[in-house]
């Protein structure tokens, strides 16, 4: 297994779009490091010819028929927004220019 | 001095019948339990909201039907407590957690429309752990609940304010969820009995998702009578839950269900291994023999893979979280902290770091690091394929028994504060309750004794998928020859 780096748990942090910049956040990504190192115990397991469960039981999905449903109102879904205007959600800038 | 409200001593299935039968009104139901809530929650503050007007015209409403002849559910007038990771139409939802601040559901859960069906009041909602994440009760935006057998201790958690409610007689039934053992060990901890169904047993339809191959809505009450009345409420296939299993919802305490003799009752080696507290383990020993001379035969099993369930339950579990929590952008709904006016990934990063608690920044950090492209196949791929060997651990221990039973916390209720500073030592409370869920198997909680400081004490069983009908069978055998379940906490 490779040494879990403190500073990749930073990079990845801001991959999460969680703070990394302050003392508490730190800590953090320490204390991900140390249950890392102790969760490693897995990699001594031998898992040779084993399949992975994705989940719990092995019944086939169920599907519903493809038929449309009504979604819910759009002033419903907008009650909820921060912010909002003209009927859509109002976010900073994505594009340049 | 105020009066103390009586607690209410009637169970689900007895104001239930009561009230169908025109024998008590809902409304009178729903004051005490009100009463209850008013006079304790200031201590135990296991509500974050009580529903007061909405619950009184739900009673009020129900009345009125009865008086009219109509024919009532089979959860007439009960009040019941929801978790806060339940949506409900026009209700707010927080999840134990300042992101969502504000939000205000524009639907119901499935299982809370079940309930509501069947005549349940719905009197309010819980604390919980934030996003489920965590076995005390600590980690919430609202700060932490009481353990009402002792007020300095937790409660357990993640469900422990629906634990709380139930174990100071507030409410007869209470919804809980539970991904690792968020409703087995407050269960425990709180002297109630708690029900872990199988995956897919009942619809996920409403509830917050934590990890969605291991959250089970399950419920608490008094006993396992109320529990299968519950369960067969709530169990059925939903077409909105995909994962939700369509198979026949039975009676689960018939009454012509046999009784345990002859039942095999596995004792896996592994569930009794160093970290257990002697007094649970003498406790959940007292408790098998008691099961034994009801006539269940005892035997002992090997299920090797049981030490690895932690970090298989915890790298699946985060890197899950992970993935559903990346929604909680500031954009759709909660809260968006201030944020420089042309810059969209700092707004995403301000909100998440101001509305985020620490340990769902870890878990989600955590969650990430085993999905990063590099170590998916070491770290999250490799969990899964040891959640395999641990599920074939469970078919090998159901080719020779019908139940496995264990302690289902290692511990008591510890301290508030105790364990905070320390997430693995935290983690290690749900040794004995994460296999059922990688399993997808069921498992119960019943109060199975107190320890020398009086503090509760829990029996887990497991069952094999869908067979909640023996689980609740044995519990019920177990809760005719004791009383355990019976003792409230003085508060």
């Known amino acids: 297994m490779a040494e879990i780096e403190i500073r990749e748990l930073a990079e990845l942090a801001k991959l999460a779009r969680l703070r990394q910049a302050t003392s508490g956040s730190k800590r953090t990504s320490e204390e991900v490091a140390g249950l890392l190192k102790s969760f490693a115990m897995l990699q001594d397991v031998n898992t040779e010819g084993v399949e992975p469960s994705a989940y719990p039981m092995t019944i086939a999905a169920r599907l519903r028929p493809d038929e449309p449903t009504k979604p819910l109102p759009q002033d419903q879904v907008l009650r909820n927004a921060p912010r909002q205007r003209a009927g859509c959600f109002l976010v900073p800038r994505v594009i340049e220019g | ?491």
């Not at chain 2, 499935?110 to 005549?119: I, Q």
């Open chain 2, 1 to 491: 001095m105020s009066q103390r409200p009586q607690a209410l001593p009637e169970s689900a299935d007895e104001i239930a019948r009561a009230v169908s039968a025109g024998q008590a009104l809902a409304a009178d139901v729903l004051e005490r339990s009100l009463q209850r809530i008013a006079a304790l929650d200031g201590r135990v503050k296991a509500f974050v909201e009580v529903f007061h007007d909405a619950a009184r015209h739900s009673a009020q409403a129900l009345d009125a039907a009865r008086a009219g002849g109509a024919e009532l559910g089979p959860l007439a007038g009960v009040p019941v407590a929801i978790k806060d990771n339940f949506v409900m139409r026009d209700q707010r939802t927080s999840c134990g957690s300042a992101i969502l601040e504000g939000f205000v559901s524009p639907y119901t859960a499935s299982a809370v429309e079940r309930l509501v069906s069947a005549g349940a009041i719905i009197v309010g909602r819980t604390n919980m752990d934030e996003f489920a994440m965590g076995s005390s009760t600590e980690h919430s935006c609202h700060g932490p609940t009481h353990n009402p057998f002792d007020l300095q201790r937790i409660p357990g958690g993640s469900s422990g304010g629906s634990a709380a409610a139930v174990a100071a007689r507030m409410v007869p039934l209470a919804l809980g969820s539970d991904t690792g053992g968020s409703v087995r060990q407050p269960a425990a901890l709180c002297g109630v009995s708690g029900l872990k169904p199988t995956y897919g047993r009942i619809s996920r339809f409403g509830l917050v998702a934590f990890a969605s191959s291991l959250d089970t809505v399950s419920p608490f009450a008094c006993d396992a009578t109320d529990l299968a009345l519950c369960l067969r409420v709530l169990a059925g296939v939903d077409t909105r839950d995909a994962t939700s299993i369509n198979a026949p919802v039975p009676d689960y305490l018939a009454a012509d269900a046999p009784g345990i003799e002859g039942l095999r009752i596995g004792v896996p080696t592994e569930y009794f291994a160093d970290g257990l507290d002697p007094e649970v383990e003498a406790r959940t020993r007292e408790a098998l023999a008691i099961l034994e001379i009801q006539g269940a035969t005892l035997v002992e099993l090997a299920m090797p893979h049981t030490r690895f369930a932690i970090p298989t339950y915890y790298l699946i579990a985060t890197a899950e979280a992970s993935s559903n929590l990346a929604r909680y952008d500031g954009i759709r709904y909660g809260r968006r902290a201030e944020h420089p006016a042309d810059d969209l990934n700092e707004m995403y990063t301000a909100t998440r770091h101001e509305g985020f608690g620490a340990e769902v920044q870890r878990r989600i950090l955590l969650g990430s690091f085993c999905l990063r492209q590099g170590y998916v196949e070491e770290w999250y791929q490799k969990a899964q394929k040891v959640r395999t060997l641990i599920r074939r651990d469970f078919d090998a221990a159901f080719s020779q028994v019908d139940l496995i039973a264990s302690a289902t916390s290692p511990g008591a209720a510890f301290s508030l504060g105790e364990k905070l500073d320390d997430p693995l030592a935290m983690y290690m409370n749900d040794i004995l309750t994460t296999p059922a869920n990688l399993a997808g198997v069921p498992g119960l909680s019943i109060p199975c004794g107190f320890t020398d400081e009086d503090l509760p004490v829990g029996l887990q069983l497991m069952g094999q998928a869908l067979d909640e009908a023996t689980l609740l069978r044995t519990a019920a055998v177990f809760q005719e020859a004791t009383d355990y379940h019976r003792r409230e906490p003085v508060l």
